[in-house]
């Protein structure tokens, strides 16, 4: 029988989008013993109306739900390989701990976990099917967040989908950072420190080795240079490609607010998340806020907390605890 310690899967990384998950899953996905999926999404989504807690019976609908989910193909695994997961499984904690048995063993690795960023505000679902797990949170300056979601973000996907988009994109940008940042902070901190890490990005694209031999510590894992290595032979130098279609190394000032983005702009951002800012040690530029730039953050803080309000309450969810999830809290 697999040891608890060696169940799959056997790690998350999480973060607001556009913070180096896939750097960080690419990096660690290179690893001999540990492979890493990419986006897959569908852990918590097909058992969302399920209470938090609860390991659900494996029914022959749920196993469809999953096999036909939008993002499960990523996982590359065939009807068959599915169908046997299903045929050995009682619960949906013991379905998806086989299927990515099975990914691993496609890769000729014993252990295998998933990236997928917005996991960072599902850490208690997650944790409660897999016990075992450990989650590594990576954080980056939210302000060069911002500057890469505001060329990466469209309607129907990232920020983009909040009404207050098309009135003030640098808003949103600050107010969702925050509310990921937040919510993985938060909840990451009840559990024990066996099971979540956090890492700052800056520090992984500055000093890749000190900083993966922190994580592989934690993973119980022994150190590969495999990790830093990762691109080779696979980055492309074609004109436009961005950094991660690129696959390029990890490279210090790909984004910088402080030569990028504009006064006003990065003054909005610090009004509605300098605070977090200051938490995580970034450095902030405007240590007292305009009258004007306070006055428009304040309204677009309530808006932003109006949708959130909306949104819970078509999805059935009862209003979040201001502490957690709302805008205008620190973790």
């Known amino acids: 029988m697999m040891k608890s310690s060696n169940r799959n899967p056997y790690l998350f990384v999480v973060g607001c989008p556009r913070s180096g998950t896939t750097l960080l899953q690419r990096m660690l996905d290179h ?17 969302e109306e399920v209470p938090i807690g609860v390991d659900p019976p494996l029914t022959p609908e749920l196993v469809e739900w999953v096999r036909t989910y939008r993002r499960f193909y990523r996982l590359g695994l065939s009807d068959a390989a599915v169908d046997q997961a299903a045929t050995k499984a009682h619960t949906y904690r013991e379905f998806v701990s086989a299927l990515y048995t ?14 997928t960023p917005n996991y960072d505000r599902y850490l208690p679902r997650l944790h409660s099917l897999f016990p075992w797990a450990r989650t590594i949170h990576i954080i980056r300056d939210g302000r060069d967040v911002a500057l890469s979601a505001l060329e990466w973000a469209r309607k129907d996907k990232g920020p983009g989908r909040f009404e207050l988009w098309s009135e003030e994109p640098v808003a ?39 900083v993966l031999s922190r994580i592989v510590d934690f993973l119980d894992l022994p150190f590969s ?20 279609r690129a696959w390029l190394p990890p490279t210090p000032g790909l ?65 979040s605890s201001p502490a957690r999830h709302r805008a205008g809290a620190d973790t």
């Open 31 to 47: 690893h001999p013993q540990l492979a890493v999926a990419n986006d897959s999404h569908f852990i918590p989504r097909a058992i």
């Open 102 to 115: 099975e990914y691993g063993r496609l890769r000729g690795k014993i252990l295998a976990g998933e990236k």
């Open 172 to 210: 949103v940008c600050a107010l969702w950072w925050r509310w990921h940042v937040s919510t993985g902070r938060w909840d990451g901190a009840v559990l024990e420190s066996s099971r979540y890490c956090e890492v700052r990005y800056e520090a992984l694209v500055r000093r890749p080795d000190a």
């Open 225 to 244: 240079h495999q990790m830093v290595t990762f691109y080779e032979g696979k980055t492309r130098f074609k004109p436009g490609l961005s950094a991660k």
């Open 255 to 319: 984004r910088d607010w402080r030569t990028q983005m504009n006064e006003r702009d990065v003054e909005l951002f610090e009004a509605l998340a300098g605070d977090l800012l200051s938490t995580l040690g970034y450095e902030r530029r405007f240590p007292a806020i305009s009258l004007e730039i306070a006055t428009l953050a304040e309204r677009y803080r309530r808006k932003w907390e109006a949708e959130m309000t909306r949104r819970q309450a078509s999805a059935g969810q009862s209003p």
